[in-house]
Nanobody
Framework: QVQLVESGGGLVQAGGSLRLSCAASGSIFSINAMGWYRQAPGKQRELVATITHGGDTNYADSVRGRFTISRDNAKNTVYLQMNSLKPEDTADYYC???????????????WGQGTLVTVSS
């Protein structure tokens, strides 16, 4: 059983910062890409940022320059540092990982349960 557990969400004022963490646990052989997605009320889930095992990153235009994604491969953990937060960043943030579980031969896509980020104006 493989799972992703997010932490670090909460309420912050506009202009503030938050750091999200997501730890993968279970019988994991290797993790390929990891990323963060978000879903605001009444909207579709959208990509925020992704990072490869080697550290190559990709960001949504709306967060580039304000958010930074990083990962610790030894800890199977991905982070999202969010600075200069805006009310429009309010959403449920979901961690995502493409990984190979022990005993499996296909990569699996796994999602966390989500953590709420609320930015007040």
């Amino acid at each position: 059983q493989v799972q992703l557990v997010e932490s670090g969400g909460g309420l912050v004022q506009a202009g503030g910062s938050l750091r999200l963490s997501c730890a993968a646990s279970g019988s994991i052989f290797s993790i390929n890409a990891m990323g963060w997605y978000r879903q605001a009320p009444g909207k579709q889930r959208e990509l925020v940022a992704t990072i490869t095992h080697g550290g190559d990153t990709n960001y949504a235009d709306s967060v580039r320059g304000r958010f930074t994604i990083s990962r610790d491969n030894a800890k199977n953990t991905v982070y999202l540092q969010m600075n200069s937060l805006k009310p429009e960043d309010t959403a449920d943030y979901y961690c995502n990982a493409v990984l190979l579980a022990v005993g499996n031969y296909r990569y699996l896509e796994v999602w966390g349960q989500g953590t709420l980020v609320t930015v007040s104006s």
